[in-house]
């Protein structure tokens, strides 16, 4: 008998699992190492054969049917075929076992549909997440905005679309805070800024849409009229047209208001020297009328 014969019969036969383990470090044969993957009663016998395989038509019965994790997920690292990928990633009953899979499932047009199909379907989140991270399909990803359950799903694929419309929905729709944060911060829609600013019942989805404006006109109307005295103060600092600054000055029932713009008058100084001084003596009058009622 020779050297590879004693090995391959130690490495199926031994009855101490870890002599088995010592012989398959030195069996070549893929045969043998493949027949002990799918057939020794110990877990980690199997593992240390899944480890020297190579055969992806076994690896990928080993990785469809294992009993043990550990196992399955040592044959998912070395497989390449997609479509078996695609099945674990969807199926297998351990999340460590799925995002393997997933995280090995590549770019190209067949693995779009693939990672679509999962994005949409997995009942697992964080799988859903992952395949979510590797889509490019706008249309999917639109999808997935508007129908997932989940809002860290939904937050990816709101970090990965391009698409205004579909980002002004989900800025006004989305029932989560965070999302509706996300997908204003893609906006460019001054008029969907506009109306989220105003209306939109949580604090960090206005402040975010009232920073993305540049509309002077809008923001002069949410300093002037916004029932949150930090909103107000918000597009004050926002605003950059110095006589829109002036006129609110003008306007100013508020004392605070009107230090408030004299404060940011001193600190912009590229600023306008005509306008500064207009924009600061029109406060320090308005104070002084303010102070004097």
């Not at 019969?9 to 088995?20: P, Q």
């Not at 690292?77 to 999340?95: R, S």
């Given at each position: 008998?020779?050297?590879?014969a004693?090995?391959a019969?130690?490495?199926?036969?031994?009855?101490?699992?870890?002599?088995?383990i010592?012989a398959i470090?030195?069996?070549?044969?893929?045969?043998?190492?493949?027949?002990?993957?799918?057939?020794?009663?110990?877990?980690?016998?199997?593992?240390?054969?899944?480890?020297?395989?190579?055969?992806?038509?076994?690896?990928?019965?080993?990785a469809?049917?294992?009993?043990?994790?550990?196992v399955?997920s040592?044959?998912v690292?070395?497989?390449?075929?997609?479509?078996?990928?695609?099945?674990?990633?969807?199926?297998?009953?351990?999340?460590d076992?799925r995002?393997?899979?997933?995280?090995?499932?590549?770019?190209?047009?067949?693995?779009?549909?693939?990672?679509a199909?999962?994005?949409?379907?997995?009942?697992?989140?964080?799988?859903?997440?992952?395949?979510?991270?590797?889509?490019?399909d706008?249309?999917?990803?639109?999808?997935?905005?508007?129908?997932?359950?989940?809002?860290?799903?939904?937050?990816?694929?709101?970090?990965?679309?391009?698409?205004?419309?579909?980002?002004?929905?989900?800025?006004?729709?989305d029932?989560?805070?965070?999302v509706?944060?996300?997908?204003?911060?893609?906006?460019?829609d001054?008029?969907?800024?506009?109306?989220?600013?105003k209306?939109?019942?949580?604090?960090?989805v206005?402040r975010?849409?009232i920073?993305?404006?540049?509309?002077?006109?809008?923001?002069?109307?949410i300093?002037?009229?916004?029932k949150?005295?930090?909103?107000?103060e918000l597009?004050?600092n926002?605003?950059?047209d110095?006589?829109?600054?002036?006129?609110?000055?003008?306007?100013?029932?508020?004392i605070?208001?009107?230090?408030?713009?004299?404060?940011?008058s001193?600190?912009?100084?590229?600023?306008?020297?005509?306008?500064?001084?207009?924009?600061?003596?029109?406060?320090?009058v308005?104070?002084?009328?303010?102070?004097?009622?």
């Open positions: 008998m020779n050297d590879e004693k090995l019969r130690a490495a199926r036969e031994a009855s101490n699992w870890k002599v088995r010592e470090k030195y069996l070549i044969d893929q045969r043998i190492l493949a027949n002990i993957a799918k057939n020794d009663k110990e877990g980690l016998v199997r593992y240390a054969a899944v480890e020297k395989l190579t055969d992806q038509g076994i690896l990928a019965y080993i469809l049917n294992d009993e043990m994790s550990l399955r040592a044959a690292e070395k497989l390449t075929d997609q479509v078996v990928l695609a099945e674990i990633t969807k199926n297998d009953k351990y999340i076992v995002m393997k899979a997933a995280k090995k499932l590549i770019d190209n047009s067949f693995d779009q549909e693939v990672l199909d999962i994005a949409k379907n997995c009942w697992d989140i964080d799988v859903r997440k992952t395949a979510v991270e590797k889509l490019t706008q249309a999917v990803l639109a999808y997935i905005v508007k129908n997932d359950n989940n809002y860290r799903v939904r937050s990816v694929a709101v970090d990965k679309l391009t698409d205004q419309t579909i980002l002004t929905y989900v800025a006004i729709n029932n989560n805070d965070s509706r944060s996300l997908a204003v911060g893609k906006l460019t001054q008029g969907a800024l506009a109306n989220i600013a209306k939109d019942e949580a604090y960090a206005r975010d849409a920073i993305k404006l540049t509309d002077q006109g809008i923001l002069a109307e300093a002037k009229n916004d949150h005295r930090s909103m107000r597009a004050i926002t605003l950059i110095q006589r829109v600054l002036t006129q609110i000055v003008y306007d100013s029932t508020e605070y208001i009107c230090k408030w713009i004299e404060y940011r001193y600190d912009e100084i590229h600023w306008e020297d005509t306008h500064i001084l207009d924009l600061r003596e029109t406060a320090r308005r104070l002084a009328e303010l102070k004097n009622k």
